[in-house]
């Protein structure tokens, strides 16, 4: 009988959210991570100032993965709401900003870390932890001085 080492992976998925209150405008993220059999691990609530929803978006992301990371992650499945980014994230949209085009780097340095990432689009009801989480961002970036734009 041959013994297997035990299973060393640890999957995490995620689910990310951005919001912007103006666009740009007030903005936050959100991220609810999660053990592959759905139990809370970690969550992100954090206002990042003045950004445009996309900009929110990916600030998620890249939060959501350091996360991951900082956790011990070897595979990911980040879920978000943002069909812009999944798609992009997945080469399958062109990014033409400028800023995007610097964060979409910084989330693709971050996937190298791990054996495993996968991207899907969740409908926004299914990302409603992830949604609560940036507008709390939000909400603390306010109640700590943050002014929105005139």
């Known amino acids: 009988m041959r013994v297997l080492p035990p299973d060393r992976r640890l999957r995490l998925n995620l689910h990310c959210d951005g919001a912007a209150r103006g666009n740009p405008g007030p903005a936050g993220v959100g991220v609810h991570v999660a053990d592959e059999h759905g139990r809370p691990v970690a969550e992100i609530a954090e ?55 610097v964060l979409h780097r910084k989330v693709r340095a971050l996937v190298e870390g791990f054996e495993r990432v996968t991207f899907e689009h969740v409908p926004r009801e299914r990302n409603v932890e992830a949604d609560h989480l940036a ?16």
Do not use: C, F, M
Request: hydrophobic letters at 45%.
């Open 47 to 101: 206002g990042i100032g003045i950004a445009t929803n996309n900009v929110a978006e990916y600030t998620a992301a890249i939060r959501g993965l350091e996360r991951a990371r900082d956790l011990g992650a070897t595979e990911v499945h980040l879920r978000s709401d943002s069909k812009l980014l999944i798609e992009q994230l997945a080469g399958r949209w062109k990014i033409k900003n400028k800023n995007l085009i």
């Open 135 to 150: 507008n709390v961002g939000v909400d603390a970036w306010l109640a700590a001085g943050g002014e929105p734009r005139a």
